[in-house]
């Protein structure tokens, strides 16, 4: 899963909330972002350290500033309409923020859904989204089943081969629980390099095996691994071949491009999305739901955990961190804040 917690270190400092996502409005702002795009944007790149994942939040920032002043975002552009059929719907992202649109396409297929029961709503020629799990929450809090998944450049070798041909694709699947939600939110590799770039950052090992030396052997060393750029399939042949199939479908369902054609350009961009949502109220066992889902998750936690280990169901360390870094701050690093300051 995107979600990884930071320990705080001498290298470190706490930044509260509303600060971070001043600093954040004030540079996207400078660089030509409107201000309610650039509101939303702050939000969620704070939000996203709020709760734990860094990679996504406070650490990427620089890198999407970067984008914006290559051209890769064009600030301004909104999603354009192509193709509807039924309850599925397809965009042009245009490649506007990755953010901006996939909370359009969060908002838009809830809305197909409410009408329809299910709704599926693709997207191509749009930008990273940062933290899937973004969408997740968000639409799983209003009531909705939800399962989004984006395709990325070739970061990742197909099971047996040497040379990257997959996207680590992130994945979600979200459903509401009690007053959160529970979501998983995971790239198709073991880690994410967002991840890896953090232990990489800390100084640090990975817990079990995340990608290949320059050699082809596992490696749980993350310098080696960024030096190979060869990420370890999750499952193995199982995520090689979930990665292909969720390229294939988001090429397909979007009409935009796959990882192959995504890897040939400058820059990761214009990949395609896919956003898919239930109105579990439309449901006839809606009223049992809650019930259902008390019981699954009540058997699920009643496992006898391993020593020093906690049996959790995904998301619910993000309720944690999240109440954790409202109060005390926002951990982040000293070189991470001292560039977004000099931006």
């Not at 996203?48 to 301004?76: A, L, W």
């Not at 080696?224 to 479908?249: C, E, F, R, T």
């Not at 058997?299 to 409202?326: F, M, Q």
């Not at 690093?333 to 300051?341: D, G, P, Q, S």
Request: charged share 20%; glycine share 10%.
């Amino acid at each position: 899963m995107s979600e990884n917690n930071t320990k705080p270190t001498a290298q470190m400092r706490r930044i509260f909330p509303e600060e971070m996502e001043r600093q954040f409005y004030k540079i996207l702002v400078r660089d030509g972002m409107n201000a309610d795009k650039a509101t939303t944007c702050a939000r969620v790149f704070t939000e996203n350290s709020v709760d734990g994942v860094y990679t996504h939040g406070v650490n990427r920032f620089p890198r999407f500033v970067q984008y914006i002043k290559d051209k890769h975002v064009i600030t301004e552009a909104e999603p354009v309409l192509k193709n509807t059929l039924g309850a599925v719907e397809q965009w042009d992202g245009q490649s506007g923020p990755g953010i901006t649109n996939a909370l359009f396409c969060t908002d838009r297929v809830m809305e197909v859904a409410r009408k329809s029961g299910i709704g599926c709503v693709a997207i191509g020629n749009t930008n990273h989204w940062m933290r899937g799990g973004t969408y997740g929450w968000k639409a799983a809090k209003e009531g909705f089943a939800f399962i989004c998944w984006t395709n990325t450049i070739a970061n990742m070798p197909a099971w047996g081969a040497q040379q990257n041909r997959l996207g680590n694709n992130p994945l979600i699947f979200a459903v509401p629980y009690e007053d959160e939600a529970i979501v998983l939110d995971m790239a198709i590799s073991q880690f994410s390099f967002g991840k890896i770039e953090l232990m990489k950052m800390q100084g640090e090992k990975l817990p079990v095996a995340g990608g290949f030396d320059k050699s082809g052997d596992l490696s749980t060393d993350p310098v080696a691994i960024m030096d190979s750029s060869l990420l370890l399939p999750v499952g193995y042949w199982k995520g090689s071949g979930l990665s292909l199939l969720l390229d294939i479908l988001a090429a397909i369902l979007s009409g935009g491009l796959a990882t192959n054609e995504i890897s040939k350009l400058p820059a990761e961009t214009n990949v395609s999305q896919v956003f898919i949502a239930i109105d579990l109220s439309k449901l006839q066992s809606t009223s049992a739901i809650s019930q259902t889902l008390q019981e699954i998750i009540q058997d699920y936690k009643s496992a006898t955990a391993l020593p020093g280990k906690s049996v959790r169901y995904p998301g619910e360390g993000v309720v944690k961190t999240r109440k954790e870094n409202l109060e005390r701050g926002i951990p982040v690093n000293l070189k991470v804040w001292n560039e977004i300051m000099g931006l």
